[in-house]
């Protein structure tokens, strides 16, 4: 009795031990960028300006709405899409369209254009600070972007976004200047938060290395709404 207990034990052991791996595995990130008509989010900006020899910044607020408007399919049989940018100075004024951007997925990218150039937004699958050239199809020269705290959750707008991903498209500090632009997106949403620096501090004087801004322009741009119409 005791023998076919033993053995009843070591085959349920081996039967366990060869059963798949039902952990679900990551997938490639294709939710951080996703493409569907009907979609939007609406953003509330604040850009913050340095003006030479003025000892006071100005500071604005503005708000930006992205709505993804429709779709067509290219010559090589790509799906891509059209998204409405539209923006307006306060909550109670109506949208104002200024431009149509496009933007498409592949299995390996997700690309969206910027002033007419087709950017790199991220890479998949995303993975922890593996670079890619986001300006591999522009005119515009190299630039090696990657991917930060991939899969964490983080608080943008009072809103908890349990999966997102930062793309850090530039981070470049000096004692003259700091050149920075971060973009986090969430899983499921897309864009939820946007960083542009572009500083030059203080040149001559006692004020050099002290983070002093003489001019340049600050941007930060978090997600206020969204869904899908």
């Known amino acids: 009795m005791l023998r076919r207990s033993c053995l009843l034990l070591c085959l349920a052991t081996a039967l366990w031990a060869c059963q798949p791996d039902t952990?679900?595995?990551?997938?490639?990130?294709?939710?951080?960028?996703?493409?569907e008509v009907g979609r939007y989010a609406e953003y509330e900006v604040t850009e913050t300006n340095y003006l030479l020899n003025q000892p006071t910044p100005t500071t604005r607020t503005y708000y930006l709405r992205e709505t993804v408007i429709d779709s067509s399919t290219s010559l090589d049989q790509q799906r891509v899409y059209r998204i409405e940018h539209a923006v307006r100075n306060a909550p109670s004024e109506p949208w104002r369209v200024d431009s149509v951007l496009t933007a498409w997925r592949t299995p390996n990218q997700a690309v969206r254009t910027e002033n007419g150039q087709p950017i790199v937004r991220m890479v998949f699958p995303i993975t922890e600070r593996t670079p890619w050239n986001g300006h591999v199809y522009t005119t515009l020269g190299e630039r090696w972007f990657e991917a930060r705290h991939v899969g964490t959750p983080a608080t943008v707008g009072g809103t908890l976004f349990e999966r997102t991903a930062t793309i850090v498209r530039q981070d470049d500090s000096t004692l003259l200047s700091q050149q920075r632009q971060l973009e986090t997106y969430a899983?499921?949403?897309?864009?939820i938060r946007r960083e542009r620096i572009a500083v030059q501090f203080c040149s001559a004087g006692s004020?050099?290395?002290?983070?002093?801004i003489e001019f340049g322009l600050k941007q930060v741009s978090t997600i206020s709404r969204y869904g899908k119409r």
Not at 187 to 191: K, Q, R
Not at 207 to 212: E, F
Request: proline letters at 17%.
């Open 187 to 191: 899983e499921g949403v897309g864009l």
């Open 23 to 35: 952990q679900p595995q990551p997938g490639p990130g294709y939710g951080y960028f996703p493409l």
């Open 207 to 212: 004020c050099v290395g002290q983070g002093v």
